[in-house]
């Protein structure tokens, strides 16, 4: 089901969501959409793979309409999360206003790495892409890996100014 063949949709949703309101009518909407978005992508993935014995894409990748309804209903839910935050500062809020503080300067590096992590891991574990563990741990086993790698590479004299 893809929507497009490269990443520049992604740019354009994240400027519109980033730059104009979203009525909160609409937003309900979107987060319905998103979830059906997920469950597009893992239910009728994780049987057409366990029934083909491989991963099959027809629901899976980053260019097919499930990705992207996640996608937007995921960043305009942080950005719901974050501006309210903002604005009232309670424990929890407070709370959330430091992990994003602290994990703003990896969301950039992630983006970079996550891929090669992820080839990694599956080239020297023996990992079963169609485990539902694997689909539900992998992400963030990845993103906590990418994070090690990232402070790794930073205190390292030549990847310092490549490693954002």
Known sequence: ??????????????????NYSIRKRTRIVLYIL???G???????TYYLSINA???????????????????????ILIRQIYNKCQNRKNRIQL????????????TFGIYLLHQLVLLGLLHFMDISQTSIWWRLIGPWLIIFI?????????????FKPLVP
Request: with cysteine.
């Open 1 to 18: 089901m893809p929507v497009s063949a490269n990443y520049y949709l992604y740019f354009i949703i994240g400027y519109l969501i980033g």
């Open 34 to 36: 998103g979830t059906i």
């Open 95 to 106: 709370a959330i206003i430091r992990f994003s503080e602290w994990f703003r300067p990896y």
């Open 146 to 158: 990418s994070i090690l790698l990232i402070n790794l590479l930073r205190k390292i004299r030549i």
């Open 53 to 75: 014995n491989h991963i099959v894409e027809t629901f899976k990748g980053y260019y097919n309409l499930p990705c992207y309804l996640q996608s937007i209903a995921v960043f």
């Open 38 to 44: 997920f469950i597009m992508q893992l239910i009728p």
